[in-house]
């Protein structure tokens, strides 16, 4: 699949910092946060993907445990999108 640039999700990734590569658009210095509304939990998006259909996936992450040291992650797709906000 090739990103179609026109998409209007990879117009505003790519603004707010995205880098792209391949079938992805990454985040990884950019440090961009999303939060959970219901649970406030808060994660950092790590890579945005495409289906075949050219629909988003988030994958991103929190970290948890004692020390803060083990990493949770979580992709989310478009019906998830209304439970979070930006940070």
């Known amino acids: 699949m090739n990103i179609d640039q026109s998409n209007i999700y990879i117009e505003s ?6 880098k ?7 985040f990884i210095s950019a440090g961009l ?3 959970d ?3 406030k939990h808060e994660y950092t998006v790590e890579e945005i993907t495409f ?3 050219g629909k ?5 992450y929190r970290y948890y445990g004692p020390q803060s040291d083990k990493k949770a992650y979580l992709t989310l797709d ?3 999108f209304d ?3 930006p940070v």
């Open 83 to 85: 439970s979070y906000e």
């Open 33 to 35: 946060m999303i939060r």
């Open 13 to 18: 990734l790519l603004k707010i910092g995205g």
């Open 51 to 53: 289906s075949q259909d």
């Open 20 to 26: 792209k590569k391949g079938n992805a658009i990454q």
């Open 37 to 39: 509304i219901g649970s």
């Open 78 to 80: 478009e019906s998830d």
């Open 56 to 60: 988003p996936h988030i994958k991103c």
